[in-house]
């Protein structure tokens, strides 16, 4: 046990210490600085953000360890764009030698179990890790517990959901590249709420603008569980029937019951769709580090937390981020959100850390552009504000809203946010 | 309404002060949620404004043009909407203090 506690126990009690010291000086001098070791679980919008965010709002004085399964950063905003053919997966690729400069420990491993009586998470490869916070950013994991035709390795090998950006992206940009023109792409959307709200009403549309431009007799058709278009659904409505009238047929109350993967089948309640390409974005819940973990859940897939901290309602010192929490009313699961509870979490455990309070007005927003072809991007915003009454963020009144139209204005601006949000995790 | 004006602008004074006694980092962390966008600390890496080293007068000029629809905009209108006088103005005078990028200020 406790291999890597380079930073441990010992390290904490004796910066507690100096925190009264700071503390006492609240007011006069500014805050304090805050000491102890956070570790950092995922390295996506979320936890990359925090990790960035906890070592400069600390100046270093707080260490951070990023636990990351994987080698770089693939970002699943623009992934629809490689699909598509009109990006590649290295445009969307990013390392974390980043974040080096910040002093951030990035350990590629994954992290199988958390001990949260002893502080002390483990790794797959070997050897634990303790910590004074740890923060959980684990994205989402499907449930393909509720689709048996699809709960295999070798049906999931066929029938991708490319909903994390990585080799799936990839390999269904091949599927759609080996359909003979005049063949059906099927695109399966589970209820509400899923992470990227108007994501697969994106994908929907860059399909559509690849068949249009290179398989002209191709379709795509949406199987959308939910009532209506979730997100954008004016916008939305309008390019599927104008500019992609005959290519895109959009059917709701259309939900998944299974999946026949080797005849690459649908399996609605009262229909069969076979199609050349299937497409199924599985229902989908808080990933299993944070699902698995002990932390209370909503509805069994959700961790709930508290919005001063982001921290588990159940757990103490244990914050969890992004996709994996239950959201505040009409929030997004989005990346963009996501790096907005890291900083909501950042300057709360920096504060905490420090023996200070949390800010008690906390304000997060979203920003979310969906290209509806090579260059034409709608959005749709929202800032949402702390309401001491509700203990939640609640969306401001009169605050945010969508594009007027389509445009390449809002092209350009969908390209740079992708940039700046990059960097502003990574670099 | 103008009599009431100079008393409005005492109580947000007031109200600003309570806030940043709360929180000394409130102004940062308003900020931050600029930085999606604008970049860490406003130092843009392309494509968007720079806020980083603005004057405090220009961006909040800006951001009022933005929220009162003056200046037109494809998104700043709406999510200037979402913050307050006194926010915008911890956010302009966070921004007005930062060196930009690869320059003193």
Redesign the interface.
């Known amino acids: 046990m406790s291999q890597h506690t380079d930073f441990g126990r010992r390290g904490f009690i004796q910066g507690a210490l100096g925190v009264s010291a700071m503390a006492a000086l609240y007011g006069c001098a500014?805050?304090g600085k805050g000491k102890g070791h956070v570790v950092v679980v995922g390295g996506g919008f979320g936890g990359a953000t925090v990790a960035?965010?906890i070592s400069?709002?600390s100046n270093g004085g707080i260490k951070v360890t990023l636990v990351e399964r994987n080698a770089a950063f693939v970002s699943c905003p623009i992934s629809n764009l490689v699909l598509a053919g009109e990006k590649q997966l290295s445009d969307i690729t990013i390392g974390y030698e980043g974040l080096a400069k910040y002093g951030i420990k990035v350990v590629q491993d994954e992290v199988v179990a958390v001990d949260a009586d002893k502080r002390v998470v483990r790794l797959a490869k070997g050897g634990d890790l303790a910590y004074d916070r740890l923060v959980l950013s684990p994205g989402v994991d499907f449930m393909y517990d509720t689709l048996p035709g699809l709960n295999s390795a070798a049906a999931q090998q066929d029938i991708l959901h490319a909903w994390k950006a990585g080799p799936q992206t990839v390999a269904l940009r091949r599927q759609l590249e080996a359909m003979p023109d005049g063949g059906v792409y099927a695109l399966t959307i589970p209820k509400a709420p899923y992470r990227c709200p108007p994501g697969p009403y994106e994908r929907a549309c860059m399909v559509a603008h690849y068949f249009k431009t290179k398989k002209p007799k191709s379709k795509v058709l949406v199987l959308d569980a939910n009532d209506e278009i979730v997100s954008k659904k004016g916008l939305f409505t309008k390019v599927f029937n104008e500019q992609y009238k005959g290519i895109i047929e959009y059917r709701p109350q259309s939900e998944l019951r299974d999946v026949d993967a080797k005849n690459r089948t649908a399996i609605l309640e009262f229909d069969k769709v076979k199609a050349d390409v299937l497409n199924v974005v599985p229902a989908q819940r808080a990933g299993d580090i944070a699902a698995k973990s002990g932390l209370k859940l909503v509805n069994g897939r959700w961790v709930e937390i508290d919005w001063l901290t982001m921290g588990s309602t159940s757990t103490p010192n244990i914050h969890v981020l992004g996709d994996a929490i239950f959201p505040a009313p009409t929030m997004p699961k989005s990346g963009?959100m996501a790096?907005?509870h890291a900083?909501?979490a950042a300057?709360a455990i920096?504060?905490l850390q420090a023996g200070l309070?949390?800010?008690?007005?906390?304000?997060?927003?979203n920003?979310c552009y969906s290209f509806v072809d090579a260059k034409n991007v709608i959005?749709v915003?929202?800032?949402?504000?702390y309401d001491p009454a509700t203990k939640l963020v609640q969306p401001?009144k009169?605050?945010?809203?969508v594009?007027a139209a389509p445009?390449e204005?809002?092209g350009?601006?969908g390209?740079?946010?992708a940039?700046?949000?990059?960097?502003?995790m990574l670099? | 309404m103008r009599r009431i004006a100079p008393l409005a602008g005492v109580l947000a004074l007031l109200l600003s002060a309570a806030a940043q006694a709360a929180d000394p980092h409130l102004a940062r962390n308003l900020a931050a949620t600029c930085a999606n966008c604008h970049g860490t600390d406003g130092r843009s890496a392309g494509g968007m404004a720079v806020l980083a080293g603005e004057p405090k007068d220009k961006l909040l000029a800006s951001l009022t043009a933005f929220r009162s629809g003056d200046k037109p905009a494809t998104i700043m209108h709406q999510i200037s909407k979402g913050y307050t006088d006194e926010q915008l103005d911890l956010i302009a005078g966070y921004f007005a203090a930062i060196k930009p990028a690869g320059g003193a200020k």
Request: glycine share 8%.
């Open positions: 500014g805050a960035k965010y400069m709002w963009h790096n907005q900083k909501l300057a920096v504060n309070p949390p800010s008690d007005a906390p304000l997060v927003m920003t959005h915003a929202s800032v949402h504000a401001v009169g605050a945010g809203g594009s445009n204005l809002e350009q601006f390209l740079a946010w940039k700046n949000i990059w960097a502003d670099t």
